[in-house]
């Protein structure tokens, strides 16, 4: 029964990458509709199987009650910041080529309002999403069926690897370290929303200033 789970929510998992994928072929121009999209994409199998598995949907809903924030953002800045580094000594040991960082500017917010939107999609989009699937429908079974340590590092370098870039793989493991430990530690979905939200909020403020 419990392989059972950790099998079915592999499967979620590589629907979601198919589908994320497949959304490649959509021609995207920009952070904001490309993010809308490719999130989109991401989020259609995880959807279908809450709506199919309510047990699942209900027991996410009843962890919400189990939010402990009172050091969660405090994590959050200091993953940022540890991942800041890694990354600056990760570029000068293997640097991206030119034609990635080009690409990274097309698509990060280039203005006040790209920037206010990238915001909103970050924290009504991109976090729960992503957190749903890697955190909740993932996460779970893994840590029932290897312990909390293994379940949480096995979840976070699946998370890193699914970006599907070899010049950001540092800074969503220790997200997924951090928000994994969270939720297995106090049970809440919402935990991980907050450590990734302000992850990514903290990036595009950074960012966003260097090309202002």
Do not use: C
């Not at 993010?35 to 919400?64: C, D, F």
């Not at 500017?105 to 206010?116: C, H, Y």
């Not at 590092?153 to 969270?182: E, K, R, Y």
Request: aromatic share 12%; glycine share 4%; charged share 10%.
């Amino acid at each position: 029964m419990l392989k059972d789970k950790v099998l079915e929510a592999l499967i979620i998992w590589m629907l979601s990458m198919i589908s994320l994928t497949l959304s490649g072929f959509i021609k995207m121009q920009g952070y904001i509709y490309s993010t809308i999209v490719s999130q989109t994409a991401l989020a259609i199998p995880s959807i279908i199987y809450l709506a199919v598995r309510r047990e699942v949907l209900l027991s996410m809903l009843k962890s919400l009650k189990n939010i402990k924030p009172k050091y969660i953002v405090l994590i959050a800045l200091g993953v940022w910041a540890a991942g800041s580094i890694l990354t600056y000594i990760q570029d000068i040991v293997y640097p991206p080529p030119s034609w990635y960082i080009e690409k990274m500017r097309e698509f990060t917010p280039s203005n006040f309002i790209e920037l206010i939107l990238a915001l909103v999609l970050t924290w009504f989009l991109v976090a729960p999403i992503e957190e749903l699937l890697f955190r909740w429908i993932l996460l779970k079974p893994l840590v029932e069926i290897l312990g909390v340590k293994i379940g949480v590092i096995s979840s976070a370098l699946i998370f890193s690897f699914s970006h599907f870039d070899p010049w950001n793989i540092t800074s969503p493991f220790l997200i997924g370290l951090a928000a994994g430990w969270l939720v297995a530690r106090n049970g809440s979905i919402f935990s991980a929303i907050i450590i990734h939200g302000v992850h990514n909020t903290v990036s595009h403020l950074v960012n966003t200033s260097i090309l202002f």
